[in-house]
């Protein structure tokens, strides 16, 4: 089970995520069609000449960390620092078909996406915000103090956040079973939502096999 804490609905009342739970999927390299397709979506949006903040979904999820009282120049969603790279002129280097696809999501839509080792995750999932315990090793290596941040912890602890996720439920080729956490924009209708989740679900198994199923929170 999957929920959002009352703290977040009080402070912005359209929060809303979507999951994509995947079963039996099987990452590897990226393959030659994916990274010819993901570089020339990137050229293309190099040569539209706009800004990271051009972006409604950059400027919407910004908004999002303002009110749940995080400062979003100093913590960037890392949708938004992925966009600011890449229009920088400075190349993603591929990593895995799981991560290269999700780096792929969180750049085409503008909003923070996670992806995760999901035989990693203990019990039920809550999407909420920090306190003074949250802390874990990001994927950048340092240790994360999450206090006030949003983020998503299971049983354990925390796990995940729009701002950098832990190495703890990180996907790599062993990863069988995983999940997406969408950040989707509050203003977004259900329908929109469900149409972006369904078309994720449907390129991330054309690429890494194995099932999928949507929820909508």
């Not at 994916?34 to 040569?47: A, D, M, V, W």
């Not at 701002?163 to 990180?170: F, G, N």
Request: glycine share 8%; aromatic share 8%.
């Amino acid at each position: 089970m999957i929920t959002i804490s009352a703290k977040i609905k009080e402070l912005v009342p359209q929060f809303k995520i979507g999951t994509i739970t995947y079963h039996d999927i099987a990452i590897s390299e990226s393959p030659q069609m994916i990274k010819g397709r993901f570089q020339l979506f990137l050229e293309s949006l190099k040569l539209e000449g706009k800004t990271a903040a051009d972006y409604p979904g950059v400027a919407e999820y910004r908004s999002v960390f303002k009110k749940l009282g995080t400062d979003p120049s100093r913590y960037r969603p890392a949708s938004e620092a992925l966009l600011r790279r890449v229009l920088s002129g400075k190349d993603l280097p591929a990593i895995n078909s799981g991560v290269d696809v999700n780096n792929f999501f969180s750049i085409r839509f503008a909003i923070p996406i996670g992806l995760y080792n999901l035989d990693k995750i203990e019990g039920d999932v809550e999407v909420r915000i920090g306190g003074v315990e949250d802390t874990y090793e990001g994927l950048n290596g340092r240790e994360m103090n999450m206090e006030g941040k949003l983020l998503s912890a299971d049983s354990i602890g925390a796990f995940g956040s729009p701002i950098v996720d832990s190495k703890r439920t990180m996907v790599d080729e062993s990863v069988r079973n995983a999940m997406h956490i969408v950040y989707l924009q509050p203003s977004m209708d259900e329908s929109e939502a469900r149409e972006m989740l369904e078309s994720m679900a449907k390129m991330f198994t054309q690429v890494n096999g194995g099932t999928a199923e949507i929820q909508l929170i």
